[in-house]
């Protein structure tokens, strides 16, 4: 029996190849151009540096300029001003991306404008994390993200700071106490969250001490899944309020 090889297809859309895709879709409606649209055209090389496919099966295809265009349509089809009919509806993180960025094009095009310096920086491409998965602004941004909260000078003058403020290291939502939980070897640990989008941060503005929140762990993983993005004063409120008032 002949066994015909198996085409693979090339990896689903992620959150970053959304968020660009949909800063395309307001600054050119998809009825007003075509694929051969010089935006789109660059959109598509953009999407094809990007480190966070390594794996394309089919590299011909891959976030070509039909690819991106037709993408233009499945906003069309989650875009509630649109009345016309024939098009598909992509996956369901398109809706996702729609609800939360849609209201805010201005605040989109921030975003996609940071993803682009950033993934062309160093910083992109450290070793992916499963948090970058979910995170609000995508791959790109979480690893930027997390290499500001990792800069060592910052987060000893963080801890430091505590230190001299309040006696110990507590964590700044839930006050939890590694060293009272753990002693000793809880003693001086805590992580580092930058509370800044990496998109709000241009390229002027360095991590400032003020822009740093100290957490516990699992207080830091909840925080990468928030949205919208979480202030130091709102960061509280996240477990103050009875579970039933958060839903
Ligand atoms: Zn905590
Ligand atoms: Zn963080």
């Not at 660009?20 to 409606?29: G, P, V």
């Not at 001003?81 to 098009?87: A, N």
């Amino acid at each position: 029996m002949d066994t015909v090889p198996k085409m693979r297809r090339n990896p689903a859309w992620q959150r970053d190849e959304l968020i660009l895709a949909l800063d395309l879709y307001f600054r050119h409606h998809p009825a007003k151009i075509n694929k051969d649209h010089p935006e789109v055209q660059r959109v598509s090389e953009i999407l094809n540096s990007l480190p966070i496919h390594p794996d394309r099966p089919d590299p011909e295809k891959f976030r070509n300029p039909n690819g991106v265009y037709m993408k233009l349509g499945n906003y069309l089809a989650v875009d509630p001003s649109y009345h016309g009919v024939g098009l598909t509806r992509g996956g369901r993180l398109e809706q996702v991306i729609w609800d939360e960025f849609a209201c805010d094009p201005e605040h989109l095009r921030r975003i996609a404008e940071a993803i682009f310096l950033g993934y062309q920086t160093d910083q992109a491409h450290i070793r992916a994390e499963e948090d970058e998965q979910v995170f609000p602004e995508g791959k790109i941004l979480y690893r930027i993200h997390r290499v500001y909260e990792r800069n060592q000078k910052l987060v000893n003058l963080a801890k430091e700071h505590a230190k001299d403020t309040m006696g110990n290291l507590v964590c700044d939502v839930c006050t939890f106490d590694f060293a009272q939980r753990y002693g000793k070897v809880g003693e001086g640990f805590i992580e580092c969250h930058h509370t800044v989008p990496v998109s709000e941060l241009g390229s002027t503005r360095s991590s400032r001490l003020e822009d740093v929140a100290l957490v516990c762990a699992n207080c830091h993983r909840i925080l990468h899944r928030k949205r919208p993005w979480l202030g130091l004063s709102d960061l509280q409120e996240l477990i103050i309020s009875p579970n039933e008032e958060r839903l």
